[in-house]
């Protein structure tokens, strides 16, 4: 079963977050030890957290909608994960305020005749920047967690080899941003919507261009990607990751 509730908080936008108890004969046969442990799902965060906070509801935190899961939905209907391979999600569609215009662009998108296939291979650099919660947000977010900035892939074949396609930078919810680094690619006000000349993209959207990529089987080639792919909350085959040093 699981809850979604609606959050509000004086410094960050309102949005859902999701509590969900798995269930199920498959989960409980591989860990009865934890049959009721709930999951809290905010945006790219997941964590565990007990019961009490689920039903705890204030007037920040409102419910919105309840589920429950059928005891015979693994008969009835195919539950299988399917995998997103659409390479259109690949695209950049900039969410810049109306009037706001990116300045000239650092990549070329794919064209038409570049296929990914399982022998392509590309360059990927994560950067982050911390979101700097207050104590009594604890429900909200995590105090203090990583938050991923700009994503740049790379072509690392072919006659565009070197040649960025994807450069993206992520809009924050959360206003209270820290930069991580002294030469950190991203300056203050490029995350921002209204204000910001750089390409924008939301999280999701940097998500799904990223799960694109993996399902589509090319093999990534980065420092630290294992826990950069960690914090979007994903798994990416060891075969399929090449990390520099």
């Given amino acids: 079963m699981g809850v979604v509730s609606y959050v509000e908080a004086p410094t960050v936008a309102g949005h859902l977050v999701a509590h969900i108890l798995p269930g199920g004969s498959d989960y ?3 860990k009865a030890e934890v049959i009721k442990q709930w999951w809290l799902f905010n945006d790219q965060m997941v964590c565990e957290c007990e019961q009490e906070e689920v039903l705890q509801f204030s007037d920040w935190r409102a419910p919105c909608h309840v589920c429950y899961t059928r005891r015979d939905l693994k008969d009835r209907y195919n539950n299988a994960i399917r995998p997103i ?7 950049p569609v900039p969410i810049n305020k109306v ?3 990116p300045t000239s662009a650092t ?3 794919l064209q038409s005749d570049e296929d990914l296939t399982d022998e392509t291979v590309v360059a990927v650099g ?4 911390a979101l700097r919660l207050d104590q009594n947000e604890r429900g909200v977010g995590k105090a203090g967690r990583l938050s991923p900035s700009r994503i740049t892939i790379i072509r690392g074949d072919g006659s565009l080899e070197g040649v960025a396609f994807v450069d993206d930078y992520i809009a924050q919810a959360e206003q209270k941003v820290e930069f991580l680094a002294q030469y950190c ?4 006000g490029d995350l921002e919507p209204t204000i910001s000349n750089k390409p924008l993209t939301s999280p999701k959207a940097a998500y799904l261009r990223l799960r694109c990529l993996r399902d589509l089987g090319v093999k990534f080639v980065g ?4 826990s950069d792919f960690q914090v979007f909350n994903f798994q990416v085959n060891a075969r399929a990751v090449c990390r520099t040093t």
Wanted: no cysteine; hydrophobic share 35%; proline share 7%.
């Fill in 223 to 226: 420092y630290g990607l294992n």
């Fill in 28 to 30: 409980t046969r591989r």
């Fill in 85 to 91: 391979t659409d390479a259109r999600l690949l695209q």
């Fill in 107 to 109: 990549f070329k998108p």
């Fill in 126 to 129: 994560v950067e982050f920047v």
């Fill in 99 to 101: 009037g706001v215009q």
């Fill in 185 to 188: 690619g991203v300056k203050p």
